[in-house]
């Protein structure tokens, strides 16, 4: 029988592919003096069989791992427009300066005087982050977002120590990101939930009387998770102020204010960077990330240790003499490489490049919102970077936003993110960022539209998508707690 398509389907796992002997690698002959492992690890560690590896030619090794990357989707095979998450393309050049061997072949127990160039270019990024957020003083050891968070919550519990009462509540908005309560609670603080007004921005108002002398500060992202730009900030930092309390800026959503507004001049006394998202990175799927904090002077005392200085040779130096300090938050001195790629990234655009960027990121979501705000609503209007849409329009037709979602993947789209924040009914938060065309653009609201009409027509069809992924409707829970690694293409058992 002609088949249309007789490509291999099975996708054997790499262990399935192995035949005993088969090879993938020449080493060279050791040019050093050869001992037994005997000798070298004591009896109780050393294995009774050796370990069951995959035997495979290299371009076996080639072939899996390219036909593995073509099962998932990422930013290089087509759009992201994962909102909150600025899953920006990752220029190439940051991948090559990674890999510098003189960059990439440190090691973190080299002594400071073999690796003044890594100290420099991390004071350099460091002037360049500060100069970004308008802030006096900076750590680039945190490792993500959320662990930024965490080390602002911990200056907060540290200055007011300091002050003499380390006080108990930090005030956050209903539409904040579900990291921003979770670190807070992790750091010891009780959370206030303030309710966005009907803008979704945060109520001078409302926020008055939450104040009072056992809250810490404030969290507030900026724009906030609706893409709304909090334009009372400066009233809002005023108040706080005057009740003695501090301002955090979540700053996931920086893309929308680069080169425009800095966080140090709105008010905030502190705030994290995303290198991961405002800065390229390849990140989603669990990679590593930056979450640099920065300060102003009166925080500085309390930074993780250690501070990178200027040492009186002009050369750089690390100081561990800060008594105040809330101590260490990772592993020598955080995710390098990622240090490395927002170093290529912002000295590749220049200040007039970063500039450009933010602007072109709310202006690339202000053309996708005008055309798809007429079909899917926007509760709270359009955002600057990102907009937050409503999918209840397709309720009564038994279509939800999650539906919406999974046939977006048949169209080579990663879906938006959905069901958050919590305050906008079936969420569609979608961030194209700047690194799109216009055309691409275009493609992704014709899908939408496309959708909202499938959906109207044959709500079943939506429903059942997707059609062309590997795996289609998955049990998400199950998933994630017993994931399933081995691909089984439908019906094959
Ligand atoms: C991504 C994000 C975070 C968390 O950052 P991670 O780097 O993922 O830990 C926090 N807040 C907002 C608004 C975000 O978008």
Known sequence: MKEKNPKRTDSPLIFERSRPG???????????????????????????????????????????FTEISLMNHHVD?????????????????????????????????????????ALRLMWELGDMLKEIVGMDEITLQPAAGAQGELVGALLFRAYHTAQ???????????SAHGTNPATVRMAGYEVVTLKSNEEGRMDPGALESALGEDVAGVMLTNPNTLGKFESDVEEIARLVHEAGGLMY???????????????????????????HKTFSTPHGGGGPGAGPVAVKEHLAPYL??????????????????????????????????VLVRAYTYIRMLGRDGMRRTGMAAVLNNAYMSARLEGTYSLPYGRGMHESVFSGSFLKEHGVRTLDVAKRLLDFGVHAPTVYFPLIVPEAIMAEPTETETKDELDRFCEAMLQIAEEAKADPEFVKNAPYSTPVRRLDEALANRRPNVRYRPEGSD
Not at 164 to 174: H, L
Not at 256 to 272: K, Q, T, W
Request: hydrophobic share 35%; glycine share 10%.
């Open 22 to 64: 088969r090879r993938g690698t020449a080493v060279p002959e050791p040019d050093v003096p050869t001992r037994p492992l005997e000798e070298l690890l004591p009896k109780a560690m050393m294995r009774k069989e050796p370990p069951s590896l995959p035997e495979v030619s290299e371009n076996e090794v080639v072939r899996h």
């Open 77 to 117: 095979r087509g759009f992201y427009p994962l909102g909150s998450c600025t899953m920006k393309y990752n220029p190439k050049v940051n991948e090559q300066t990674a890999r510098l061997p003189g960059l990439a072949d440190l090691h973190p127990f080299q002594p400071t005087s073999a690796v003044q160039g």
């Open 164 to 174: 003499g009462d380390p006080r108990k509540k930090i005030i956050i908005p209903d």
């Open 249 to 275: 800026m979540d700053g996931a959503n920086l893309n929308a204010l680069i080169g425009v507004a800095r966080p140090g001049d709105l008010g905030y006394d502190i705030v994290h960077l995303n290198l």
């Open 304 to 337: 993780p240790l250690p501070i990178l200085t200027r040492a009186g040779d002009g050369g750089y130096a690390l100081d561990w003499e800060r008594p105040e300090s809330i101590g260490k938050v990772h592993g020598f001195w955080g995710n390098f490489g």
